[in-house]
């Protein structure tokens, strides 16, 4: 079982900002990553460590982390940005990894 | 530029084994560890394992030992998954990830490899 709990779907509406969190108890130790993928393709890296873009990820996208609860903001959503978005960390006992279940995001 | 080019789909009958390849290029492959990662149709991501390139050390998720076997050709650049006792619950496309450094993040993923798994 995911030991990281994401919202299934959430949806925005154009150019308004939207959260995905993702919930574990791991994320007291370990920053999340973000990965957004859509249909039929790979997944691409958004955001990683505390909140770090990796080149060509538009700053629209950001990261941050209270206690629990790691959350990706989007600033201003864009059409592009319609995807499955997950969340990995390392898990509680920091030997392996884990993936939440991902979030669905719908732009209206 | 880094990339991760995986090989190419696989139509397999149950019980006979698949190996999926996984080539890099554009950085230096022992320097970064690779993780392999799947998806079955309309699911989330799983995480599978990884395997140090420097050591060819493996580590297997809980549900991924026995049938499958990561290892590698670093003369080549390149890492394989093995999966025997193919099973039509192992009809999913995997990934490979390179892991990068500091907080563990899939920095580069190969495109991916659908095995179907069908009598």
């Known amino acids: 079982s995911s030991e990281l709990t994401q919202d299934p779907a959430v949806s925005v509406a154009l150019g308004q900002t939207v959260r995905i969190t993702c919930q574990g108890d791991?994320?007291?130790?370990?920053?999340a990553n973000w990965y957004q993928q859509k249909p039929g393709q790979a997944p691409i890296l958004v955001i990683y460590?505390?909140?770090n873009r990796p080149s060509g990820i538009p700053d629209r996208f950001s990261g941050s982390s209270s206690g629990n609860t790691a959350s990706l903001t989007i600033t201003g959503a864009q059409a592009e940005d319609e995807a499955d978005y997950y969340c990995?960390?390392?898990?509680?006992?920091?030997?392996?990894?884990?993936f939440g279940g991902g979030t669905k995001l719908t732009v209206l | 530029q880094v990339q991760l080019v995986q090989s190419g789909s696989e139509l397999k009958k149950p019980g006979a084994s698949v190996k999926v390849s996984c080539k890099a290029s554009?950085?230096?492959?022992?320097?970064?560890?690779m993780n392999w990662v799947r998806q079955a149709p309309g699911q989330g991501l799983e995480w599978m394992g990884w395997i140090n390139t420097n050591t060819g050390n493996p580590t297997y998720a809980q549900g991924f030992t026995g049938r499958f076997v990561f290892s590698l050709d670093t003369s080549v650049s390149t890492a394989y998954l093995q999966i025997s006792s193919l099973k039509a619950e192992d009809t999913v496309v995997y990934y490979c990830?390179?892991?990068?450094?500091?907080?563990?993040?899939?920095?580069?993923w190969g495109q991916g490899t659908l095995v179907t798994v069908s009598s």
């Open positions: 990830a390179r892991e990068g450094d500091a907080y563990s993040h899939f920095d580069y």
């Open positions: 791991s994320l007291r130790s370990y920053y």
């Open positions: 460590g505390k909140n």
């Open positions: 990995n960390s390392r898990d509680s006992s920091g030997n392996h990894q884990v």
């Open positions: 554009g950085y230096t492959f022992t320097s970064y560890a």
